[in-house]
């Protein structure tokens, strides 16, 4: 599945996230996730919250492609996933003049016991606003958040993803359309061309790609 709307803009949007380190690579020492699986590349998108500068030109991107390719026409409401969107979905939402909403990760325990966060009128146009796309479950939990109160969800942007396809059955599921900024075959190729990898080291994370839960067996980490 090609979710990169142009490849220019997604080389510029990989160079953005290493030049700030909220990609990094390391085929030495890897990450190990929460689910014990070891990666030998890790995204972490909050860090441009910290980096003004780079976050506004993210943002600048983002809006160009909501203008661009997918129409402000088409869109009601802007909805952030939970944690890591909810400073871009607001931030669109701003330069857009959109509502926005955003989907928790569970339930409020008290209160109103709200799931979304803001309100939308039945049958509203929501473009949903990702950070980063690995499985896309967080995505579904999201998208079906919204149309279980009658919301309309077509399109999901995010500005990268951090696997090569582990999402795509979840997108069909979903009958969505995925675009991103950029994803992770362009930033790794990018960390290539910028001298930050060798190719070895591209090789290696080609292979974590390819079969991600036995890389680190294949790679003698365990």
């Known amino acids: 599945m090609n979710t990169v709307v142009d490849s220019s803009i997604a080389k510029e949007v990989s ?7 909220a990609v990094t690579i390391n085929t030495e020492k890897p ?11 890790y ?3 909050r860090l441009l919250i910290s980096h ?5 030109r993210v943002i600048e991107i983002y809006e160009r492609i909501i203008k661009n390719n997918i129409g402000l026409g088409s869109i009601d409401v802007l909805s952030g996933t939970a944690t890591a969107a909810i400073p871009h979905a607001a931030a669109l939402a701003i330069r857009l003049g959109k509502p926005m909403v955003y989907v928790r990760s569970s339930k409020k325990e008290h209160g109103k016991e709200n799931l979304i966060e803001g309100e939308f009128p039945p049958r509203a146009k929501v ?4 950070d980063l796309i690995s499985t896309g479950l967080s995505s579904k939990q999201s998208v079906d958040a919204i149309r279980s109160m009658n919301g309309d969800v077509a399109t999901i942007l995010a500005i990268t993803t951090s696997t090569r396809n582990a999402f795509d059955q979840t997108m069909t599921d979903l009958k969505v359309r995925l675009m991103t900024l950029t994803n992770a075959d362009i930033t790794v190729q990018t960390a290539l061309e910028e001298g930050l990898i060798t190719e070895k080291q591209k090789d290696s994370v080609d292979t974590f790609f390819d079969d991600a839960k036995s890389w680190g067996k294949l790679m003698g980490f365990e």
């Open 52 to 56: 003004p500068t780079e976050w506004k």
């Open 15 to 21: 160079s953005i996230l290493l030049s700030i380190k």
């Open 43 to 45: 995204t972490d998108n």
């Open 31 to 41: 990450y190990r996730f929460v689910s014990g699986m070891l990666s030998p590349m």
């Open 127 to 130: 473009l949903v606003i990702e």
